[in-house]
């Protein structure tokens, strides 16, 4: 035994890489799933050309600390390689841990879709959508049959088949939202892309207080004062009656990154000590991942 083989035996089997074959009815949600496999990480190729999957394969192997995920979409345009298509599949699954994702849906769905889209099917020709249609299924049916998953998106609106993508395929912490919580000064403009807003101006503000002036809502004695003022106690209470409902919903919507800004005059005081509080609060959910910024602190 070699140097190389006794430390891989020591160190356990290598963990296979990841490949989703990613194919079926066309107008069936392909480029949707591309786009929810890139919000997970994982390295997409929409309409591979089909002799370039196994050179792409082959450069994912040699970078796999790059890429560890990949998903590559093909489709009934791909012509003489779907024949070859078990083939392929077989001989991946002997290095990689390769998955076939098929999307179908009812004949009825995909119609409409395209008569929503005003798009011909592509294999219609001088027929009718329904031609296409019939014609692309009767093509596709032995890869269908071979497909370890299939997803029929027939009664799926674009949030819930992100949502079966993100379920089969997302890791743990893929599932919550991530929750920025940023303070900022109103006199230096309000963020235009906070998902909520909420003004701290109805608070007393501690730069009137000489002694807590220089300080800002990161110190204990500023958040003390901030945090012991009528109303802040019911302001928090209110907050976490309402953002609940609020997160709850951007996990169904599969908004997956909201932004809650918290203001006040300059952005030192009030809002810097809110918002620290109020990402203290977030964290104890075990459905969200919080991180915090400071926009305008220090610009005074």
Same mark, same amino acid.
């Given at each position: +035994? #070699? ?6 035996? &020591?160190?356990?089997? =290598?963990?296979?890489?990841?490949? /989703? ?30 002799? +370039? ?5 082959? /450069? ?25 298509? #078990?083939? *392929?599949?077989?001989? *991946? ?29 592509? &294999? ?6 329904? #031609?296409?249609?019939? *014609?692309?299924?009767?093509? &596709? ?35 919550? /939202? ?21 003004? +701290? ?25 901030? *945090? ?29 990154? =909201? ?21 203290? +609060? ?5 459905? /969200? ?7 305008? &602190?220090?610009?005074?």
């Amino acid at each position: +035994m #070699d140097a190389v083989t006794e430390l891989e035996d &020591l160190a356990g089997p =290598a963990e296979l890489q990841q490949i /989703v074959i990613v194919t079926g009815m066309s107008g069936a949600g392909r480029s949707t799933v591309c786009k929810a496999f890139e919000d997970l990480d994982w390295f997409v190729v929409d309409n591979l050309p089909p002799p +370039m999957i196994r050179p792409l394969i082959e /450069v994912a192997g040699k970078a796999r600390d790059s890429l560890p995920k990949l998903a590559v979409s093909i489709d009934i345009r791909g012509g003489r390689l779907l024949s070859q298509f #078990d083939e *392929l599949i077989a001989e *991946l699954g002997e290095t990689h841990d390769v998955h076939v994702l098929f999307l179908d849906a009812s004949d009825e769905a995909l119609i409409r879709r395209y008569e929503h889209s005003r798009r011909p099917h592509p &294999l219609q020709q001088d027929g009718t959508v329904y #031609d296409g249609i019939r *014609l692309e299924r009767e093509r &596709l049916r032995d890869i269908r049959s071979h497909a370890d998953i299939v997803f029929d998106t027939s009664e799926l609106n674009v949030h819930q088949l992100v949502q079966r993508v993100t379920d089969r395929f997302g890791e743990p912490d893929q599932h919550k /939202v991530q929750v920025t919580v940023m303070s900022f000064g109103f006199k230096y403009g309000i963020p235009n892309d906070a998902d909520t807003m909420l003004d +701290m101006r109805f608070l007393p503000n501690p730069f009137w207080k000489e002694e807590l002036r220089p300080f800002n809502g990161r110190d204990k004695r500023v958040s003390d004062y901030v *945090l012991e003022q009528p109303g802040a106690e019911e302001f928090l209470k209110g907050f976490e009656t309402m953002i609940d409902p609020v997160l709850v919903g951007f996990e169904r919507e599969n908004k997956r990154h =909201a932004l809650i800004a918290i203001g006040c005059t300059g952005g030192k005081h009030r809002s810097v000590a809110m918002t620290e509080r109020i990402a203290g +609060m977030l964290r104890e959910r075990d459905d /969200v991942i919080v991180s915090v910024r400071h926009r305008d &602190l220090g610009r005074e």
